[in-house]
């Protein structure tokens, strides 16, 4: 059994809105619907658990019913941290469940074939991430001047859904919450404990929604109807 995990618990505080970002209306659909969307229509995913801030928890009950999303196991209550809400969904997750796919809830634009890519990698070696390459050149800044450039030949932009085979997702999540250690994403937290995490293409249009620009830009990509690549 595939879970996808969605964290949604988080205030969106960069982007600037009093209502979190992913229950913005996207041109008639809440962002979080979006991205669940994908995850519904994506046949390799058997069910869905979404974490959610506890005072949107009933919000996001409703939305889960409007829209009559079928594959969503359970929402809980998240954490203060990305890992910690993904942890809350972690421990309530089936027994059957072999595979976790971790989603940022604010990358609506997931192509199915990455879905695929990442199950099937993830299959073979435990754990695996999308990612893209770095385009721009990368220098170190400080007040205003370049001090040194960082070769960006192995730097890569992490994406998700990171997958991962269910018991070494929680293993290392226990050992890293009984250690008071946090990391932004699973695969940062997995490579800390020395798993290995096979890497696959990602997509430049799999991006986060952050800041206001991503939500105009977001809009645009709707318009058009170039929705994945
Ligand atoms: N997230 C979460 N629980 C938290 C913090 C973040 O579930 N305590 C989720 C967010 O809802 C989002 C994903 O993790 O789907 C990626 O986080 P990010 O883009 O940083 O979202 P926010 O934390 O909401 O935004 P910001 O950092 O600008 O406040
Ligand atoms: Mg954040």
Not at 58 to 86: A, C, D, M, W, Y
Not at 188 to 206: A, K, M
Request: charged share 25%.
């Amino acid at each position: 059994m595939v879970v996808a995990i969605l964290p949604a618990a988080g205030k969106g505080e960069r982007l600037g809105e009093s209502l979190p970002k992913q229950f913005l209306d996207l041109k008639g659909i809440p962002l979080l619907v979006r991205t669940l969307l994908a995850f519904e229509k994506a046949p390799q995913i058997d069910g869905i658990i979404i974490a959610t801030h506890p005072l949107y928890l009933e919000h996001t009950e409703n939305l889960i019913k409007s829209f009559n999303l079928r594959k969503v196991l359970k929402i809980v209550e998240g954490g203060t941290t990305r890992q910690r809400s993904v942890y809350q969904a972690v421990k309530i997750a089936p027994l059957e469940t072999e595979v976790f796919l971790v989603h940022d809830a604010v990358r609506p634009f997931v192509p199915e074939s990455l879905i695929k890519r990442v199950i099937e990698a993830t299959r073979s070696y435990g754990a695996s991430v999308p990612a893209i390459p770095v385009r721009d050149t990368l220098n170190l800044v400080k007040d205003h001047l370049v001090k040194a450039n960082v070769p960006r030949e192995n730097l890569f932009h992490i994406q998700t859904p990171q997958g991962i085979k269910a018991n070494l997702l929680k293993t290392c999540l226990d050992e890293a919450i009984a250690r008071g250690l946090e990391f932004t994403d699973e695969s940062s937290l997995l490579t800390y404990f020395g798993h290995p995490v096979y890497v696959v293409e990602g997509s430049w249009l799999n991006f986060k929604i952050t800041f206001k620009e991503d939500l105009i830009l977001a809009e645009k990509l709707i318009d058009c109807k170039i929705e994945t690549l």
